[in-house]
């Protein structure tokens, strides 16, 4: 079977993490690195040994060898770094968020489905063993979800990535709050929000981005559902937590473990930057054209209730 050419576009640590990923499952070679940081890409390109590295995405997309476009780039520039892949024939893995409003992220499935390519959406939380534990017991009948509360802490207080000091500015609605909305909608089931409320901390003095953000929304028919997230930058370390309220227990996801009545532990923790249950299903889908949990068209929902969210913080 022929490897996948893989052009990685956002030579980051995230970058790092999908490579890792990859290279223990096989079947896929990087063949370009491009990158703003002619120094950055090249030390990136030498470490995966990649055989072309530079900062024209053009000329990378235009390559032959490369089959699927891996955009791990600043949040702000996914929407077109994804549009110019589709119009140059590849299929793109699209880290979270797929952009930074409900408009470019339709405008990402449109294209690709009008190019005839798959889109790929980095909603990592969907691979997480105890949120598709939550998943498959709600999809089961076992549990009914009441109500779900999420606490999403990160430092930014810098600007720090994992890997230092960003040379963009991050997003605490459209890229953090994304993973707790998605998880929401996709434990649950649900596909629409209601009565959307949305409050917004101070704003970094220097970088701009909102420091912490308190959210709340209803889901649901017949089996009503509340949820509320609190999420801030002001913070020493990172903290990925939530809780699902049911009809018949509770349940507690914090940083990748999983804990149920009583505080039983239901599922071991795993790395939260392990790549490793999403990039296979990608590559599965990708190989044998097989749907997976990680289409771009499927977190439209989560996007639609992200724009309702901002929306509401703006009134």
Known sequence: MTDLGIAVIGPGAIADAHLEAFAGLGGVRPVWAVG??????????????????????????????????????????HAAHAVS????????????????????????????????????????????????????????????ITQVTGFFAIPR??????????????????????????????????????????????????FGMTMDLSMSFGMGGDAWCIASHSLTYNASALTWQMRFCGSQGDYLFDTGRLFGTGGDLLVEGASIRDLTFQNSQILQGLRAGEPTDFEARDVLATMRALRQLEEAGNR
């Open 36 to 77: 703003r940081d002619p120094d950055r890409t090249g030390m990136f390109a030498q470490r995966w040994g990649i055989e072309h590295a530079g900062i024209d995405i053009d000329r990378a997309l235009a390559d032959p060898a490369v089959d699927v476009a891996l955009i791990c780039s600043p949040n702000g520039l």
């Open 85 to 144: 892949a589709f119009e140059a024939g590849k299929d793109v893995i699209l880290e979270i968020p797929i952009a930074l409003n409900e408009a470019d992220s339709q405008r990402i499935v449109d294209v690709a489905e009008q190019s005839g390519r798959r889109a790929f959406a980095c909603h990592t939380m969907r691979s997480f063993a105890g949120i598709r534990y939550m998943r498959d017991l709600v999809a089961s009948g076992s549990e009914v």
């Open 157 to 206: 207080r810098n600007n720090e990535g994992f890997a230092g000091t960003r040379t963009w500015v991050d997003d605490l609605l459209w890229h953090h709050a994304c993973h707790l909305v998605d998880a929401t909608l996709w434990v649950t089931g649900n596909v629409d929000i209601a009565f959307p409320s949305l409050l917004r901390g101070s704003d970094h003095p220097d």
